[in-house]
């Protein structure tokens, strides 16, 4: 299993399943997974739709149960954590940043990033958070006022505000223009350039994975590939 030298592992998972019951069929999601993630990398998931890269990330981040393995992050086991350990888990822990942008619409953006802010023991302030990803300008602008690519630094600026220990991206440039999508990614090179937050990013787009410290290929629910980027590039020359 490869993986890099940046620190200590935050996430382990140990022969991790996941199957789903469709009246008499049960479907395998997840057949076995071993992998390490560890603090300070940037790692791409790629895969086909169905190969088990969004169950993998939503079991990582104490959303959904593996049926059978082990998963920690640290030292602390979250395959056998109670509901309340896990919401407790994700409050303090992890930040989720989806394909779709799930702003408040009513709200600005800076009281988008609020919402995690108060709740939050540590947090920065929803100014700094934004100012993290180019958007000091727009502190005050409603979601219908900004692009996608806005409204998409919005929400990665409300996830990292409560300073995550792990970044979970879910296909965070799916919806996006290439353009627009770059600058999204420059936006989550830079927080883990600059803070540290261990990243996961799922996507379908084969160029982006030169920008990560590692890249993992899932296919029907197994790890087929876990390598290292020897010469990683800035989001400005992925090609699209």
């Given at each position: 299993?490869?993986?890099?030298?940046?620190?200590?592992?935050?996430?382990?998972?140990?022969?991790?399943?996941?199957?789903?019951?469709?009246?008499?069929?049960?479907?395998?999601?997840?057949?076995?997974?071993?992998?390490?993630?560890?603090?300070?990398?940037?790692?791409?998931?790629?895969?086909?739709?169905?190969?088990?890269?969004?169950?993998?990330?939503?079991?990582?981040g104490?959303?959904?149960?593996?049926?059978?393995?082990?998963?920690?992050?640290?030292?602390?086991?979250?395959?056998?954590?109670?509901?309340?350990?896990?919401?407790?888990?994700?409050?303090?822990?992890?930040?989720?940043?989806?394909?779709?942008?799930?702003?408040?619409?009513?709200?600005?953006?800076r009281?988008?990033?609020?919402?995690?802010?108060?709740?939050?023991?540590?947090?920065?302030?929803?100014?700094?958070?934004?100012?993290?990803?180019g958007?000091?300008?727009?502190?005050d602008?409603?979601?219908?006022?900004?692009?996608?690519?806005?409204?998409q630094r919005?929400?990665?600026?409300?996830?990292?505000?409560k300073?995550?220990?792990?970044?979970?991206?879910?296909?965070?440039?799916?919806?996006?223009?290439?353009?627009?999508?770059?600058?999204?990614?420059?936006?989550?090179?830079?927080?883990?350039?600059?803070?540290?937050?261990?990243?996961?990013?799922?996507?379908?787009?084969?160029?982006?994975?030169?920008?990560?410290?590692?890249?993992?290929?899932?296919?029907?629910g197994?790890?087929?590939?876990?390598?290292?980027?020897t010469?990683?590039?800035?989001?400005?020359?992925?090609?699209?």
């Open positions: 299993m490869a993986h890099t030298k940046l620190g200590l592992p935050v996430f382990r998972t140990e022969g991790v399943t996941r199957s789903y019951r469709t009246g008499a069929v049960e479907v395998w999601a997840l057949r076995g997974v071993d992998l390490i993630l560890a603090e300070g990398e940037m790692v791409v998931l790629l895969g086909a739709s169905g190969s088990g890269k969004s169950t993998l990330v939503n079991i990582l104490g959303l959904d149960l593996p049926t059978g393995g082990r998963v920690f992050f640290r030292q602390q086991e979250l395959s056998r954590a109670s509901d309340r350990h896990l919401t407790a888990f994700r409050r303090d822990h992890v930040g989720f940043v989806f394909q779709f942008y799930n702003l408040v619409p009513s709200l600005t953006a009281e988008n990033v609020a919402l995690v802010t108060e709740i939050a023991s540590n947090p920065m302030t929803p100014e700094e958070a934004l100012e993290r990803v958007l000091s300008h727009r502190l602008h409603f979601p219908a006022e900004l692009s996608g690519g806005e409204q919005v929400a990665i600026a409300r996830a990292i505000a300073r995550p220990d792990v970044l979970l991206c879910d296909e965070p440039t799916g919806a996006l223009d290439s353009r627009t999508g770059i600058q999204v990614l420059e936006a989550l090179h830079e927080v883990n350039r600059d803070l540290g937050t261990a990243t996961v990013l799922i996507t379908h787009n084969a160029g982006i994975q030169r920008i990560a410290d590692r890249v993992v290929v899932l296919a029907d197994r790890v087929v590939s876990d390598t290292v980027n010469e990683r590039v800035l989001p400005s020359e992925v090609s699209w």
